[in-house]
């Protein structure tokens, strides 16, 4: 429905008739006429100035769909008489008269743009692909979905998606980055022909003229942290500056942690009623085998047999590839059999893992590098383990904790952002302090008690969290806002 203020009661009858009476007309698809630069506004729209009253009228008695100036024409009107978008009830009442269930659509438009780009194997395309895929399964009967597509870009894998229409816009292949200085523009022109009432950004793709309602998600606040690494070059600094900004003025925000909540209170600035805490989960499809089928794979695949420690993710400064390089090295010097698997691209940021490796003491023959992995190969690398080896300073929500404790294999690892969130009982965490994740690991590799213990707190911890529950939660803020 759309509020309005009116001059008096007779002027809601009246209003009201001419709803029925255009609604009559409909079968010959009547529009209200309009001039060359906007509406002509019935009389009593333009007695709104002096409204003292309020009412409600249906969004199809405005024609919303003409062009882009006669939006504007149309939105300088509203600023005049100052009416409140709010919904659609007036077709709920008629429904709920005739005893018949109401469903009032929400159109919602949702970024998938990064199950094309290279962000598709980290993250954020994950996050994009299991909700959407949770989505697909709940099917809820009162959204109406468009997905914000890239035409220049290589196709999304195939995964489950709800029925929808595509938007498809264009960007910069290189540097993917730009697309967080172009979003601001070339959004606010592209989504209006989505016709949205919802926008879903699920990583600072926000644009800067909007007359809907935004979401976003932010992951982490690591540029905030480590400006110096991830602000170097004039498009990232310029992209993230007006994109937290515009992140400022969203009408709700979804951290994915309690952690990254309290970021984005502390450091945006943004008011806590307005943030919501929706937490991840591993893949649906995540299938980690036996523990001995596993070593089996992992050995055949890799060269590489037990034990090992795993590392999984990327090398950038906030990994922290020393800590971890140091922790192994020591445990190394103990346990002679001991290796440590690291599975991550071996892209742009390899070279601090491989400065790391050359500043530690770790033998080197004792670590396999495997790069990319498969899912299949990913979840046996866990499977085998003896637990994950997280040096991590800062991570918005932990996925490769929870993905090992799913798989069985408990975590030692740094106190860092949400992985105490993320494993609870099932891991030893420690304080990022000299030697402290070397002491941690060694003490877990020595005592075969706390060992078991662990490994039988894993999975029962991972299965606290749910892709279903976070698009129940999602799909409710749609509703809300």
Not at 427 to 447: H, K, M, Q, S, W
Request: overall charge positive; aromatic content about 6%; proline content about 6%.
């Amino acid at each position: 429905m759309r509020e309005i203020g009116v001059h008096h009661e007779q002027r809601v009858t009246a209003r009201r008739a001419e709803s029925r009476d255009d609604r009559r007309r409909e079968t010959g698809l009547a529009r209200p006429s309009h001039d060359a630069h906007g509406i002509r506004l019935a009389e009593p729209i333009r007695d709104l100035r002096r409204a003292v009253g309020r009412s409600v009228v249906d969004d199809d008695e405005f024609p919303l769909r003409i062009g882009e100036r006669f939006r504007e024409s149309f939105n300088e009107t509203r600023e005049r008489v100052g009416f409140v978008v709010c919904g659609d009830d007036d077709r709920d009442e008629r429904a709920r008269s005739l005893g018949v269930p109401s469903v009032t659509a929400v159109r919602v438009t949702f970024d998938a743009r990064h199950l094309q780009t290279v962000a598709r194997v980290r993250g954020i395309g994950r996050y994009s692909r299991n909700l959407l895929a949770a989505f697909a399964r709940t099917a809820p009967p009162d959204i109406e979905w468009t997905l914000l597509r890239l035409r220049n870009f290589p196709s999304a894998d195939a995964a489950p998606l709800p029925p929808h229409r595509d938007l498809r816009t264009l960007r910069l292949r290189r540097p993917e980055l730009s697309m967080l200085a172009l979003d601001p523009v070339l959004l606010s022109f592209e989504l209006p022909f989505a016709r949205p009432q919802v926008y879903h950004s699920v990583q600072l793709g926000l644009p800067a003229v909007r007359r809907f309602r935004a979401i976003v998600t932010i992951h982490d606040l690591a540029p905030l942290r480590w400006p110096e690494h991830y602000l170097r070059l004039p498009h990232a600094r310029v992209g993230h500056a007006w994109q937290y900004a515009l992140a400022r003025r969203a009408d709700a925000i979804i951290a994915v942690s309690e952690a990254t909540k309290r970021d984005v209170i502390e450091r945006l600035r943004v008011p806590e009623s307005r943030v919501r805490v929706i937490p991840e989960a591993v893949d649906a499809s995540f299938a980690p085998p036996a523990r001995d089928a596993a070593l089996t794979r992992v050995r055949e695949r890799f060269s590489v047999t037990s034990p090992y420690v795993l590392y999984v993710g990327q090398f950038d400064p906030r990994k922290n590839m020393d800590g971890l390089v140091s922790a192994f090295a020591r445990a190394a010097e103990r346990h002679p059999d001991l290796r440590l698997v690291i599975a991550g691209d071996l892209g742009k940021l390899a070279p601090f893992l491989y400065d790391a490796l050359d500043r530690g003491r770790a033998p080197r023959e004792r670590v396999a590098l495997t790069g990319h992995v498969s899912d299949v190969d990913l979840a046996a690398l866990y499977a085998g383990a003896e637990c994950l080896l997280h040096a991590a300073l800062l991570e918005g929500f932990g996925l490769t904790p929870l993905e090992s404790l799913a798989a069985g294999t408990p975590v030692v690892g740094l106190r860092a952002g949400a992985v105490e969130e993320v494993v609870g009982e099932a891991g030893i965490l420690v304080d990022d302090r000299p030697e402290a994740l070397a002491d941690a690991l060694l003490r877990y590799l020595e005592d075969d008690v706390l060992r078991g213990r662990l490994r039988s707190l894993a999975r029962g911890r991972a299965s606290r969290f749910s892709w279903d529950s976070a698009a129940e939660a999602t799909l409710a803020l749609y509703r809300a806002v």
